[in-house]
């Protein structure tokens, strides 16, 4: 079972370029002249640019857009796909005049599992271009500005505040880590068969209604606040402390988000902590789901500093077997991406020098929202030798990436990479996970198993992850599990007979999709 974290935010979000899907490294089939190119035959591929940008709806204004059809649109999508889907090959070219276009695209991916079981692709998906670019300005969405976790999402229902965004009717209204919802509009929470009511108001689309909330303290108490929901800008780096010990100073910060105001912020948290001459760092990424690749590279350069990382591959990222030297989006040769020891132009002026720490040790603190380029960073620290020391629960297990691309209005994913570090490991399908007696299989990290523990502030001492990781320092050892473990990072409890009942976040599968992913621009590919 999987733990639903979402967002009153709604999304944390991730900036890309639309990127061409075609072009003259694409094989072109030997074609009929008297068949037309929207013919579907089986086994037979055009160029994905020969069906680029002819739409059934094409829009007015500054778009490429040229009147088409529908079926030009799939005979895109399934060129497109071809060309660029890492397992292309697992998927099977049935005729797509029968489908819709977002039925068309749905299909266009790969039934496989993972040796656990989960499915091999669970991150295909589309998104209307609009949304997808109002979603990827910076981190500004619609929402209150608070981080929930759904325990349980059906009767008797259970959501807590896992974090809030500073400045925002969340955070302004005193809304707190832990604090369980208790009802919404005098709905009560648990047990309210008004789903219309609890979806709207937990998943706003819309900022022109109020609406109550009632949530319970940790000691108990109750309170009421009054939020209308309204554009949130995510603070992907928060709680950057140094936290005095016996041993040492130990920077802390939180992490919640590859996104593009990070590089700034993340600069700013490691000057802090450098001029504080911290000897070790604790990175919390428990909620952190990926995004920008970029920024994974320059946190580990900002970790390890240039004796560390200097020569040395970050991640390379593999495609499928019709590319094996040349990327089939940019066009440019595959080059390994390095440890970034400057700025990219995010939110620093490009070639801003970086700061770093130089240490050979990192602590991670993780669930199983950890994920992609959260992923990368622990698999890239791990291929130069700096020792991971893994805090919490299983990462997700994503280290594949994609380039959006748009069409006709709508911006598809699709995965197309695979990424590994610089001793040539990427198979973490299943998640990196901490174990006190780690077995070398490249996927256990030494470490503890710990729940995460919403009854204390994040940043605290006294937290259950940041405290296991304080003591591992000195003793390496792990505190003992709870009976309960997995309450808070290893999955939601469903009655599924009761699932007609669970309150369900229509955005769930995008937000997903989303926020664990590794997304490359292409003006940061090269």
């Known amino acids: 079972m999987k733990l639903c974290h979402f967002s009153l935010i709604s999304i944390l979000t991730l900036s890309v370029s639309a990127c061409g899907g075609g072009g003259s490294s694409e094989p072109q089939s030997e074609s009929n002249n008297e068949t037309s190119p929207l013919t579907w035959q089986l086994g037979q591929f055009l160029a994905a640019s020969t069906f680029k940008d002819y739409c059934a709806k094409p829009r007015t204004g500054n778009f490429p857009d040229k009147q088409g ?15 660029t889907y890492l397992w292309y090959k697992e998927v099977t070219d049935k005729n797509p005049a029968p489908f819709s276009v977002k039925d068309y695209f749905a299909q266009l991916k790969t039934t496989a599992q993972t040796p656990s079981g989960n499915p091999k692709d669970n991150f295909h998906f589309s998104r209307s271009t609009e949304e ?90 109750e309170y009421t606040v009054t939020m209308t929901p309204t554009q949130i800008t995510s603070a992907p780096v ?70 560390n990382t200097q020569n040395k591959t970050f991640e390379l990222n593999e495609f499928n077997d019709k590319h094996p030297t040349v990327n089939p989006v940019t066009g440019e040769p595959i080059r390994p991406l390095g440890f970034a020891n400057t700025g990219v132009g995010l939110t620093l002026d490009r070639g801003t020098p970086l700061p770093s720490l130089n240490l050979n040790r990192v602590f991670v603190l993780t669930t199983d929202s950890t994920c992609s380029a959260s992923e990368a960073f622990i698999n890239g620290l791990r291929g130069i030798d700096i020792e991971v020391v893994q805090i919490g629960g299983k990462t997700c297990g994503k280290p594949y990436g994609f380039y959006a691309q748009d069409n006709c209005g709508e911006t598809y994913f699709t995965i197309q990479f695979k990424g590994s570090n610089h ?60 009976s309960s473990f997995g309450y808070a990072n290893q999955g939601i409890q469903l009655d599924e007979s009761d699932e007609k009942l669970a309150v369900k976040n229509p955005n769930k599968d995008f937000l997903k999709l989303v926020l664990q992913n590794k997304i490359i621009t292409t003006s940061m590919a090269n």
Request: proline content about 4%; charged content about 20%.
């Open 69 to 83: 059809t529908e079926q030009h649109e799939k005979m895109w999508l399934r060129s497109w796909n071809d060309n």
């Open 423 to 482: 001793k040539g490991f990427g198979d973490y399908s299943d998640g990196f996970e901490p174990s006190q007696s780690p077995v070398q299989n490249g996927t256990q990290i030494a470490g503890c198993l710990v729940d995460d523990d919403y009854s204390h502030a994040l940043g605290d001492k006294n937290e259950a992850m940041l405290k296991a990781a304080l003591n591992y320092r000195t003793d390496k050892l792990c505190p003992s599990l709870p």
């Open 238 to 307: 928060q709680n950057v402390k140094t936290i005095e010990t016996d041993s040492g100073k130990v920077g802390y910060f939180t992490f919640n988000g590859h996104i593009q105001p990070a590089e700034s912020q993340l600069k700013s948290a490691i000057d802090q902590l450098a001029n504080e001459n911290v000897s070790d760092l604790v990175v919390d990424l428990r909620y952190n789901g990926g995004g920008f690749l970029i920024l994974a590279s320059q946190l580990a350069y900002m970790v390890a500093g240039s004796e």
């Open 132 to 221: 997808w670019k109002r979603l990827s300005q910076g981190g500004v969405s619609l929402g209150y500005g608070a981080e929930i976790t759904l325990i349980r999402r059906s009767p008797p229902r259970k959501a807590v505040v896992a974090f809030t965004e500073p400045n925002t009717p969340a955070s302004n209204k005193g809304l707190a880590r832990g604090d369980e919802i208790v009802a919404i509009n005098g709905a009560d929470f648990a047990t309210s068969n008004d789903l219309n009511l609890l979806n709207s108001a937990l998943f706003p689309s819309k900022d022109d209604t109020e609406y109550n909330f009632t949530l319970r303290r940790v000691n108990g108490s």
